[in-house]
């Protein structure tokens, strides 16, 4: 069984509807859709306040990093649809996996190098790129910490889930922080650069940053983000 808190905190805010879009149902005779979402969990004190996203879909919902280990919010991810992946953008977005992965019977994705903090779980790694499907890529982005990672979405134009690697400033516009953390800054500025070589505005339209969402003042997600990201480029 997974150990949970004896007590959960009754004050504890349920996941939000930051994005959502229609897909059509397959294998319908007519023309019906379903309403998919993607859900932001309260910022975690486990992650340092880090953002957990959910990406429901009809099938194969994918968690993005470590919410609250609350029975609310596995309730809420169960009541869904479940996790078959969860996704983790960066080693300080780890929090309660060891407790989560068993709860929910999901597959735990991180980038290799950080795998090692992991002990004892079954997890998938990659190099460079994953791709979970044909939706969904997974991108090596070095910088914030050796396995810094991004999880693109193509839907709504493209959606990049950028864990800690890209956040919003105080004027809620995404850009690399440098911060006494910071593994390496000059490739944490590549990883940016190749971000924009990759995508276009017409392909990178969203993105959903995994710390500072207090910057954005009730947004779920920073929208035009191909652009504001190409103005931080020049502007350095």
């Not at 294998?27 to 309403?35: T, V």
């Not at 597959?107 to 499907?133: C, H, K, R, W």
Request: with cysteine; net charge neutral.
């Amino acid at each position: 069984m997974c150990p949970l808190p004896q007590q959960p905190s009754h004050t504890v805010k349920p996941p939000r509807a930051v994005l959502s879009y229609e897909v059509p149902i397959a294998g319908s005779r007519r023309s019906d859709f379903a309403l998919n979402s993607i859900y932001a969990f309260p910022p975690n004190r486990d992650t340092l306040g880090g953002t957990s996203y959910f990406i429901v879909r009809n099938e194969s919902n994918i968690l993005i990093d470590c919410p609250a280990l609350e029975e609310t919010n596995l309730d809420f991810l169960r009541s869904h649809g479940g996790v078959r992946w969860l996704f983790i953008t960066h080693r300080g977005a780890i929090g309660k996996t060891a407790e989560i992965q068993p709860a929910l019977g999901c597959e735990v994705v991180i980038q290799e190098q950080e795998a090692y903090l992991l002990p004892g779980l079954t997890v998938t790694t990659f190099g460079s790129e994953l791709t979970l499907d044909s939706a969904t890529q997974i991108i090596w982005t070095p910088g914030h910490s050796p396995g810094s990672s991004c999880l693109y979405y193509n839907h709504l134009g493209g959606v990049l889930f950028s864990g800690r690697h890209l956040v919003p400033n105080l004027q809620g516009e995404p850009v690399p922080l440098r911060t006494a953390k910071t593994f390496h800054w000059p490739r944490q500025i590549k990883s940016l650069q190749y971000l924009l070589e990759r995508f276009t505005p017409e392909t990178l339209q969203y993105l959903c940053p995994g710390a500072n969402t207090g910057f954005l003042r009730g947004k779920g997600a920073i929208a035009q983000a191909y652009q504001l990201l190409s103005q931080f480029e020049e502007s350095g």
